[in-house]
């Protein structure tokens, strides 16, 4: 049954994850094992560069856990699921590739911590909301959320929405840089491949490189990021995409980067 929950597919340089569990896309286990599977199928292949994570449903992005699973479970099986979806979804902050969720539906609680493990987030201009409410339960957001938004939006804003449970519409979310870009809801997906399709045709080497800086030296002082930066920059000088960045620049030229 979790192979239908999380689809996988790849067309050349671009993947797609889709959440596919009607009608919300909430989670228990058996949905994060296979998100689980279906990341690890998308990192194995190389070809792949970009991957973009969506939702077969048209109203819901994920409005996270389960809630009659959490009930019913002690918390040991509880916590199970939590260190399950943390081991889970830090695979793609660790990967090479680019993460891009694609939010048109409701993102809520864990579901929203789904997207924000994610590199980028665009979001359809629509009538839903996103947000982490887990205080209204007595719970506070633990699939990533409490580390993971204070990090992208500044630590004050995000306190601000965990502390009340408070939900936005996503131009307010766009606003709070909850989300990179927003799009009209009838080409959030056309407008997010096509990026997609962009990146991926890009220098791949340069790319990885640029995550891992950002990424990695985001945890580090001013000093070592700054060393780490040396140290990621000096291998690409000589890659045969960097020689022919440059030579495309002097001769106006499209360059053609081939990952080598």
Same mark, same amino acid.
């Given at each position: 049954?979790?192979?239908?929950?999380?689809?996988?597919?790849?067309?050349?340089?671009?993947?797609?994850?889709?959440?596919?569990?009607?009608?919300?896309?909430?989670?228990? %286990?058996?949905? &994060?094992?296979?998100?689980?599977? +279906? =990341? $690890?199928? @998308? *990192?194995?292949?190389?070809? #792949?560069?970009?991957?973009?994570?969506?939702?077969?449903?048209?109203?819901?992005?994920?409005?996270?856990?389960?809630?009659?699973?959490?009930?019913?479970?002690?918390?040991?099986?509880?916590?199970?699921?939590?260190?399950?979806?943390?081991?889970?979804?830090?695979?793609?902050?660790?990967?090479?590739?680019?993460?891009?969720?694609?939010?048109?539906?409701?993102?809520?609680?864990?579901?929203?911590?789904?997207?924000?493990?994610?590199?980028?987030?665009?979001?359809?201009?629509?009538?839903?909301?996103?947000?982490?409410?887990?205080?209204?339960?007595?719970?506070?957001?633990?699939?990533?959320?409490?580390?993971? %938004?204070?990090? &992208?939006?500044?630590?004050?804003? +995000? =306190? $601000?929405? @965990? *502390?009340?449970?408070?939900? #936005?519409?996503?131009?307010?979310?766009?606003?709070?840089?909850?989300?990179?870009?927003?799009?009209?809801?009838?080409?959030?997906?056309?407008?997010?491949?096509?990026?997609?399709?962009?990146?991926?045709?890009?220098?791949?080497?340069?790319?990885?490189?640029?995550?891992?800086?950002?990424?990695?030296?985001?945890?580090?002082?001013?000093?070592?990021?700054?060393?780490?930066?040396?140290?990621?920059?000096?291998?690409?000088?000589?890659?045969?995409?960097?020689?022919?960045?440059?030579?495309?620049?002097?001769?106006?030229?499209?360059?053609?980067?081939?990952?080598?």
């Amino acid at each position: 049954m979790s192979e239908t929950r999380v689809l996988a597919s790849a067309d050349g340089a671009v993947g797609t994850i889709t959440l596919n569990h009607p009608r919300t896309n909430s989670y228990d %286990l058996e949905f &994060l094992k296979a998100l689980d599977i +279906a =990341l $690890d199928s @998308m *990192i194995r292949q190389t070809e #792949v560069k970009v991957v973009v994570l969506k939702s077969a449903m048209e109203r819901f992005f994920s409005v996270g856990a389960d809630i009659n699973t959490l009930r019913s479970r002690t918390a040991a099986g509880n916590m199970k699921l939590i260190r399950f979806g943390h081991e889970t979804l830090v695979k793609m902050r660790s990967s090479s590739k680019i993460f891009i969720a694609a939010i048109g539906g409701h993102a809520l609680g864990g579901g929203l911590g789904i997207a924000l493990s994610c590199d980028l987030r665009f979001a359809g201009d629509g009538d839903y909301r996103l947000g982490l409410p887990e205080v209204k339960l007595g719970l506070f957001p633990a699939n990533g959320g409490t580390q993971r %938004l204070p990090r &992208l939006i500044g630590p004050t804003r +995000a =306190l $601000d929405l @965990m *502390i009340t449970g408070a939900l #936005v519409n996503p131009r307010e979310a766009h606003e709070l840089g909850m989300v990179e870009r927003l799009f009209p809801m009838g080409s959030l997906l056309e407008e997010t491949m096509a990026y997609a399709r962009r990146v991926a045709a890009g220098a791949s080497l340069a790319i990885e490189h640029i995550k891992r800086a950002v990424c990695d030296g985001s945890d580090l002082s001013l000093d070592n990021a700054l060393a780490l930066e040396r140290e990621l920059f000096e291998p690409l000088l000589e890659t045969q995409d960097a020689r022919e960045g440059m030579a495309a620049f002097v001769e106006k030229r499209p360059p053609i980067f081939r990952g080598r």
